[in-house]
């Protein structure tokens, strides 16, 4: 296997940036709409750089700075249109949030592949949340492991 990200399938219908962006009560600005437009279609998770790295290669978001880019994923973030990845490394990365994009990852310690786990361990043992009074709780879970790849060296 030659990529690193593999995609997971998706059942949602694919997010067009310009309406969530709008949804979302923001300006639609050429940044914003190519970050978002680019989580749309990748998974990645992609760190700031990357995000940066790609969408001014592409010329999709026109002349933007890194500063630009983390105000636009510090919003959308804000907003719950994108989720940061913790993967324990020190590096933030982001993906595509919402309820629909849910799901977990499994990380390779050794070359930090990234796999899509198709199911919520959390949703299906229907967890019973202390009644704290809390709305719109979300929950965060990572798997790390050796990839096959790295296994056979
Ligand atoms: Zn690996
Ligand atoms: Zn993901
Ligand atoms: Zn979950």
Redesign the pocket.
Known sequence: MATKHHAHSHKHEKVDAEDALRNAGLKVTKPRLAILDLLASE?G?FTPDEIHVRVTQSKAAGACDLVTIYRCLAKFEGLSLINR?DFGDGTVRY?LGGKDHH?H?IICRLCKRVD?LPDCPVEDKSIKLPKTGFRNVSHRLEFFGICPDCYAD
């Open positions: 998974h998770p990845c993906e799901h990852h899509s």
